[in-house]
């Protein structure tokens, strides 16, 4: 072929292709715009973090019933541990359906308060479902799982003070009430935006509205209920009565241990920035190092006093400084949480003898490590917390503290004037687990 018919195929062909290059620029068009249509939107990554935060924390905070379900039944004797296990798994089961029913709506009315700033939302069951609302920054329904676990926390305290000598289904009905209303009602106060949060009271995480709010409930139900058979004698003597297994109680405070980093940490409410990050990873290393403070202050003042080493001391010496450090466990520096906790430890030491002269029988020690170290824990936050004071701090326990004490002794005495709290004598001796239950945790061991 000669050079211009090689030219006029050239000139043919370059036509063809221009001629063609608006079509191909439609389709590319069309096919980035389905992919645009196709892409998800934007991800907000701070609402599943912090929705990620609350599920966790939840989930360790439940593991925690585990705990308090395998110290009590290391503490008690042997023939009442079934009780015990029944009373654990029962009281959570009853408080996760009473927080649903009516008291998560009480304890955080938004703007439907019933009573302005002191009695949220009565019977009113939560609801949570539907697309997610992205302005609250969480999942409702994580929100709800979490807030779900302190309430149950709460009832779970109660249990171990007065195990061994109260009947099953009076207890049952008393977690109903505390769980369904006392909890949410004097949470609400804080929490819930109430008149405590209005005043400038602070507890982070719970040492006084889940702590010793439980260990007032528990020190008026022992007030009323009485010691066991034998504690006390008349002559003023303290007997014994070593729990079954230790290696159970360690293994409830090891679980414990852990669950109390939800507890706390997950307190943050939020994981979706770095300053949010950098705050639970403070608080879970405060929390720990207030917990070994508390154990080996324990540790050493039992050797010191007893002369010997007394394990369940320092197992409480452990959850007391847990509990000391709840109120406020952001703002101190690591020293400082080793010593609000090693206090915790020292007020394990000094306030379980002293139960024992008031003949208080505390079965499991949680007045010691929920109420008094609660109390602690709480009064000491404006040492490192800005915008704190002492005089409000104890305002606030005050005020939960007296609402919890009247009104759980007020259903304890109702209780107690319609089906009766104790068993009788004979079933109290021969153990709840037979009496009640007619099923043993060792029925090849047990002894009277």
Known sequence: MNTPMKLAGLATLGASLFASLPAWAQDATAEAAEVVAAAPAAVDNAFI??????????????????????????????????????????????????????GYNLMYPGDAWTMTGYVGQLFSAKTIGGDPDLATGYSAGSDFFFQLMFCATTASIVSGTLAERIKLWPFLIFTVVLTGFLYPIEASWQWGGGWLSEAGFSDFAGSTLVHAAGGFAALSGALILGPRLGKYTKEGRVNPMPGSNLALATLGTFVLWLGWFGFNGASQLALGTEVDANAVSIIFANTNMAASAGAVVAMILSQLIYKKVDLTMVLNGALAGLVSITAGPLDPSLFGAVWIGGIGGVIVLVVVPLLDKLKIDDVVGAIPVHLVAGFWGTMAVPFYTDGTSFGMQFLGFAAIGIFMFVTSGIVWLVLKSTMGLRPTQEDEMMGLDKAELGLEAYPEFTKG
């Open 49 to 102: 973090f912090n929705t990620l935060l609350f599920l966790i924390g939840g989930f360790l905070v439940f593991w925690m019933a585990a705990g308090f379900a395998m110290l009590e039944a290391g503490l008690v004797r042997s023939k009442n541990v079934t009780m015990q296990l029944t009373k654990n798994i029962a009281l959570f089961a009853i408080a996760s359906l009473m927080y649903w029913i009516v």
